[in-house]
């Protein structure tokens, strides 16, 4: 079966544009999460949607958000962009929030904000 | 291809010996770990998970030790071949209830010698 499809793979933005990204989760899979990557930091917990609501957050600013539609498929979006917001974003998809699950991740969305 | 292992600590390997990475984790609570896999250019993807009851799993050419009382996690290859070349996180799922928000190790990378 697919993977976890995200779009776009690369783009670039300047500072304070905003950007949303889009991933499809695994068919079948409810729970999306959203991961940052960078060289310093490492990957980062951003937010979880479950059911299109928001279950988790991250310690991200509110610049930050993200949303689920009905057939599982999720955005993030990054308002006001700084520099340092250049990084990887990952989503990854679960089949349930409850329990130990696998995540699946993405490829994801390198963004390079100048 | 993208690197997002800049300034990570490197085990190099000779094609056919074993690896070990270890891993520190911060969590006592941590009931769940996972190690993931990350090439260039990919997501991180799942080798093996262990929860915190037990010591020990195997897998195929894996095997993942859990010493709860140092707070240690280490990723044993056998065998290790050229496609093991990339780099390793450890992850950790404090016992928030939220199943998707993972604490990642920094990574480390992994360069198998021919």
């Known amino acids: 079966k697919a993977g976890v499809t995200q779009t776009p793979r690369y783009l670039i933005k300047t500072r304070g544009q905003q950007v949303t990204l889009s991933c499809s989760p695994i068919?079948?899979?409810?729970?999306v999460s959203w991961y940052q990557q960078t060289p310093g930091q490492g990957l980062q917990f951003l937010f979880e949607?479950?059911?299109?609501?928001?279950?988790n957050k991250g310690n991200f600013p509110g610049r930050f958000s993200g949303r689920q539609f009905s057939n599982s498929r999720s955005e993030m979006n990054v308002s006001t962009l700084e520099l340092g917001d250049s990084a990887l974003y990952l989503c990854a998809s679960s089949s349930t929030s409850s329990g130990a699950n696998v995540l699946t991740f993405g490829a994801g969305s390198r963004l390079t904000v100048l | 291809g993208e690197s997002v292992g800049l300034h990570l600590p490197t085990l190099s390997v000779q094609e056919g010996d074993n690896s070990i990475i270890n891993c520190a984790y911060s969590?006592?609570?941590?009931?769940?770990f996972i190690w993931y896999k990350q090439e260039s250019g990919k997501g991180p993807q799942f080798i093996i998970d262990i929860r915190s009851n037990m010591d020990k799993r195997q897998g195929q050419r894996v095997t993942v030790l859990l010493n709860k009382t140092v707070k240690h996690l280490s990723l044993q290859i056998a065998a290790t071949q050229p496609g093991d070349s990339a780099v390793y996180f450890c992850a950790e799922n404090p016992p928030t209830g939220a199943n998707s928000k993972l604490t990642f190790g920094k990574g480390i990378t992994l360069s198998v010698r021919p």
């Open positions: 949607y479950f059911s299109e609501t928001q279950r």
């Open positions: 068919s079948g899979h409810r729970s």
């Open positions: 969590n006592s609570a941590s009931d769940y």
